[in-house]
Protein backbone atom coordinates (compact mmCIF):
# COMPACT_ATOMS: atom_id res chain seq x y z
CA UNK A 1 0.00 0.00 0.00
CA UNK A 2 1.53 3.55 -0.56
CA UNK A 3 0.42 6.85 0.54
CA UNK A 4 0.46 10.18 -0.24
CA UNK A 5 0.91 11.63 3.16
CA UNK A 6 4.44 13.42 2.75
CA UNK A 7 2.12 15.59 0.10
CA UNK A 8 -0.98 16.19 2.09
CA UNK A 9 1.10 17.49 4.87
CA UNK A 10 3.16 19.33 2.80
CA UNK A 11 -0.06 21.16 1.30
CA UNK A 12 -1.07 22.04 5.15
CA UNK A 13 2.26 23.30 5.58
CA UNK A 14 2.81 21.33 8.68
CA UNK A 15 5.72 19.30 9.83
CA UNK A 16 5.46 15.67 11.03
CA UNK A 17 6.14 16.72 14.31
CA UNK A 18 2.55 19.24 14.29
CA UNK A 19 0.80 16.57 12.33
CA UNK A 20 1.69 13.62 14.90
CA UNK A 21 0.26 16.20 18.03
CA UNK A 22 -2.88 16.77 15.70
CA UNK A 23 -3.48 13.02 15.70
CA UNK A 24 -2.25 11.85 18.89
CA UNK A 25 0.74 9.63 17.79
CA UNK A 26 4.60 10.03 17.51
CA UNK A 27 6.45 11.72 15.21
CA UNK A 28 8.37 8.13 14.49
CA UNK A 29 5.18 6.75 13.90
CA UNK A 30 4.13 9.48 10.86
CA UNK A 31 7.82 9.24 9.58
CA UNK A 32 7.23 5.16 9.24
CA UNK A 33 3.25 5.63 7.62
CA UNK A 34 5.43 8.57 5.21
CA UNK A 35 8.27 5.80 4.42
CA UNK A 36 5.68 2.63 4.04
CA UNK A 37 7.05 1.15 6.85
CA UNK A 38 4.08 1.23 8.89
CA UNK A 39 0.30 0.63 7.83
CA UNK A 40 -1.56 2.11 10.01
CA UNK A 41 -4.99 1.26 11.63
CA UNK A 42 -8.30 2.20 10.28
CA UNK A 43 -8.67 4.66 13.45
CA UNK A 44 -5.34 6.34 12.29
CA UNK A 45 -6.68 6.76 8.64
CA UNK A 46 -9.88 8.15 9.38
CA UNK A 47 -8.19 10.77 11.73
CA UNK A 48 -6.48 11.53 8.92
CA UNK A 49 -9.27 11.73 6.65
CA UNK A 50 -10.67 14.30 8.65
CA UNK A 51 -8.02 16.53 9.09
CA UNK A 52 -7.49 16.57 5.55
CA UNK A 53 -10.75 17.02 5.04
CA UNK A 54 -10.69 14.27 2.16
CA UNK A 55 -11.82 10.34 2.00
CA UNK A 56 -9.01 7.83 3.17
CA UNK A 57 -8.57 6.42 -0.65
CA UNK A 58 -7.38 9.96 -1.76
CA UNK A 59 -4.07 9.75 0.32
CA UNK A 60 -3.92 5.44 0.23
CA UNK A 61 -3.97 3.80 -2.80
CA UNK A 62 -3.70 -0.12 -2.99
CA UNK A 63 -0.63 -1.35 -4.90
CA UNK A 64 -1.21 -4.38 -7.54
CA UNK A 65 0.17 -7.39 -4.95
CA UNK A 66 -2.25 -5.85 -2.46
CA UNK A 67 -5.38 -6.15 -4.76
CA UNK A 68 -7.69 -9.10 -4.23
CA UNK A 69 -8.55 -11.16 -7.41
CA UNK A 70 -12.17 -11.50 -7.58
CA UNK B 1 -27.82 -9.95 35.44
CA UNK B 2 -28.66 -12.08 32.60
CA UNK B 3 -25.77 -14.11 30.38
CA UNK B 4 -25.87 -11.86 27.63
CA UNK B 5 -24.29 -9.30 30.22
CA UNK B 6 -22.01 -11.04 32.13
CA UNK B 7 -20.17 -11.99 28.77
CA UNK B 8 -20.36 -8.59 27.83
CA UNK B 9 -18.92 -7.57 31.33
CA UNK B 10 -16.43 -10.45 31.37
CA UNK B 11 -15.02 -9.20 27.50
CA UNK B 12 -14.82 -5.71 28.60
CA UNK B 13 -12.42 -6.48 31.66
CA UNK B 14 -10.59 -8.84 29.29
CA UNK B 15 -10.49 -5.47 26.85
CA UNK B 16 -9.04 -3.38 29.79
CA UNK B 17 -6.88 -6.61 31.03
CA UNK B 18 -5.44 -6.46 27.51
CA UNK B 19 -4.76 -2.71 27.11
CA UNK B 20 -3.08 -2.70 30.67
CA UNK B 21 0.60 -1.01 30.94
CA UNK B 22 2.26 0.69 33.59
CA UNK B 23 3.20 4.37 33.84
CA UNK B 24 6.07 4.80 31.82
CA UNK B 25 7.96 6.03 35.39
CA UNK B 26 8.28 2.44 36.23
CA UNK B 27 10.28 2.02 33.57
CA UNK B 28 13.11 3.78 35.28
CA UNK B 29 12.26 1.67 38.82
CA UNK B 30 13.04 -1.53 36.68
CA UNK B 31 16.28 -0.37 36.18
CA UNK B 32 16.60 0.77 39.28
CA UNK B 33 15.58 -2.84 40.59
CA UNK B 34 18.11 -4.33 38.49
CA UNK B 35 20.46 -1.87 39.55
CA UNK B 36 20.41 -2.93 43.17
CA UNK B 37 19.83 -6.81 42.69
CA UNK B 38 23.41 -6.40 40.81
CA UNK B 39 24.96 -5.14 43.25
CA UNK B 40 23.61 -7.47 45.48
CA UNK B 41 24.88 -10.67 43.55
CA UNK B 42 28.31 -8.85 43.44
CA UNK B 43 28.46 -8.43 47.48
CA UNK B 44 27.55 -11.85 47.64
CA UNK B 45 30.63 -12.61 45.54
CA UNK B 46 32.45 -10.99 48.25
CA UNK B 47 30.53 -11.91 51.73
CA UNK B 48 31.29 -15.70 53.10
CA UNK B 49 26.93 -15.71 53.89
CA UNK B 50 25.46 -18.24 52.20
CA UNK B 51 23.69 -16.92 48.92
CA UNK B 52 20.79 -15.09 50.15
CA UNK B 53 21.70 -12.07 48.26
CA UNK B 54 22.66 -14.24 44.60
CA UNK B 55 18.58 -15.65 44.55
CA UNK B 56 17.12 -12.43 45.88
CA UNK B 57 19.29 -10.75 43.35
CA UNK B 58 18.24 -13.13 40.55
CA UNK B 59 14.75 -12.46 41.11
CA UNK B 60 15.30 -8.81 41.42
CA UNK B 61 16.47 -8.69 38.09
CA UNK B 62 13.25 -10.57 36.91
CA UNK B 63 11.10 -8.06 38.48
CA UNK B 64 13.21 -5.53 36.79
CA UNK B 65 13.20 -6.62 33.53
CA UNK B 66 8.94 -7.39 34.00
CA UNK B 67 8.94 -3.34 35.02
CA UNK B 68 10.57 -2.37 32.22
CA UNK B 69 8.56 -4.72 29.80
CA UNK B 70 5.53 -3.40 31.31
CA UNK B 71 5.47 -0.14 31.46
CA UNK B 72 4.97 2.52 28.50
CA UNK B 73 7.00 4.28 26.65
CA UNK B 74 7.16 7.79 26.66
CA UNK B 75 4.14 8.27 23.58
CA UNK B 76 2.42 4.90 23.52
CA UNK B 77 0.84 4.73 20.57
CA UNK B 78 -0.18 1.95 17.72
CA UNK B 79 3.07 1.64 15.84
CA UNK B 80 4.77 1.54 19.53
CA UNK B 81 2.67 -1.69 20.63
CA UNK B 82 2.60 -3.27 17.57
CA UNK B 83 6.60 -3.04 17.50
CA UNK B 84 6.08 -4.55 21.21
CA UNK B 85 3.34 -7.42 19.79
CA UNK B 86 6.42 -8.25 17.72
CA UNK B 87 9.12 -8.00 20.04
CA UNK B 88 6.98 -10.51 22.16
CA UNK B 89 6.48 -13.44 19.28
CA UNK B 90 10.25 -12.88 18.14
CA UNK B 91 11.61 -13.50 21.85
CA UNK B 92 9.00 -16.31 22.61
CA UNK B 93 10.29 -17.95 19.20
CA UNK B 94 13.67 -17.45 20.06
CA UNK B 95 13.37 -18.43 23.82
CA UNK B 96 12.04 -22.32 22.87
CA UNK B 97 13.89 -22.74 19.87
CA UNK B 98 17.06 -22.12 22.38
CA UNK B 99 15.43 -24.29 24.70
CA UNK B 100 15.00 -27.22 22.58
CA UNK B 101 18.41 -26.80 20.89
CA UNK B 102 20.49 -26.59 24.67
CA UNK B 103 21.15 -30.31 25.22
CA UNK B 104 23.27 -29.97 21.59
CA UNK B 105 24.90 -26.36 22.96
CA UNK B 106 25.36 -28.47 26.25
CA UNK B 107 26.97 -32.08 24.31
CA UNK B 108 29.24 -29.47 22.44
CA UNK B 109 30.33 -27.83 25.38
CA UNK B 110 31.03 -31.14 26.58
CA UNK B 111 33.18 -32.45 23.90
CA UNK B 112 35.28 -29.07 23.95
CA UNK B 113 35.49 -29.02 27.68
CA UNK B 114 36.37 -33.12 27.69
CA UNK B 115 34.35 -33.36 30.53
CA UNK B 116 30.78 -35.41 31.02
CA UNK B 117 27.96 -32.85 31.39
CA UNK B 118 24.23 -33.79 32.21
CA UNK B 119 23.09 -32.77 28.36
CA UNK B 120 19.30 -32.98 29.42
CA UNK B 121 19.32 -31.03 32.52
CA UNK B 122 17.95 -28.51 31.08
CA UNK B 123 17.79 -24.84 31.52
CA UNK B 124 16.09 -23.34 34.40
CA UNK B 125 12.95 -21.35 35.42
CA UNK B 126 15.52 -18.49 35.61
CA UNK B 127 17.48 -18.32 32.32
CA UNK B 128 14.81 -19.17 30.70
CA UNK B 129 12.69 -16.11 31.70
CA UNK B 130 15.39 -14.01 31.34
CA UNK B 131 16.13 -15.03 28.16
CA UNK B 132 12.96 -14.62 26.78
CA UNK B 133 12.44 -10.95 29.00
CA UNK B 134 15.95 -9.91 27.73
CA UNK B 135 15.54 -10.92 24.13
CA UNK B 136 12.20 -9.33 24.06
CA UNK B 137 13.57 -5.65 25.50
CA UNK B 138 16.68 -5.79 22.53
CA UNK B 139 14.27 -6.63 19.70
CA UNK B 140 12.04 -3.83 20.60
CA UNK B 141 15.11 -1.21 21.14
CA UNK B 142 16.01 -2.83 17.65
CA UNK B 143 12.38 -2.54 15.61
CA UNK B 144 12.11 0.90 17.67
CA UNK B 145 15.55 2.48 15.69
CA UNK B 146 14.58 0.09 12.44
CA UNK B 147 11.38 2.01 11.96
CA UNK B 148 12.62 5.45 12.30
Redesign the interface.
Known amino acids: MKNSIKIERAIMGITQEELALKIGVSRQTISSIEKNRYIPSTLLALRLSQLFTKPVNAFFELEQEDEVLI | MNLKSIAECERRNLEKMKRYRLPFGYKKIGILVIIISIIGIIINKTSIDDNLFAQVGKYGILLGLVLISLSKE ?2 E ?4 I ?1 LKMQAYTFAFVISVILTLTNPLFTYIASIIANKPMDIFKGMGDWQILWLLLSIKLFYFEFL ?1 RM ?2
Open positions: KIDELVSKSR
